[in-house]
């Protein structure tokens, strides 16, 4: 939040961002993020990619082994 904080208008920092929002499970906040990384930067994949994956679905419990 506080690379966001000093440069939001950087697509890789909202892009990071996103990302750890989503393995948090804070879908909702993390989809604003990813839209706005890829708004900044529509060649930006990863943002694409995330946002394709759905980031609005908490990701899938993994049992532990």
Do not use: C, M, W
């Amino acid at each position: 939040r506080h690379l966001v904080r000093l440069a939001p208008n950087n697509h890789l920092a909202q892009g990071y961002l996103g990302d750890a929002l989503v393995k948090t499970r804070q879908p909702a906040e993390a989809k604003r993020h990813l839209l706005r990384a890829h708004e900044l930067d529509p060649s930006y994949t990863f943002a694409g990619l995330t946002l394709a994956d759905r980031p609005d679905q908490p990701p899938p419990i993994q049992p532990v082994k």
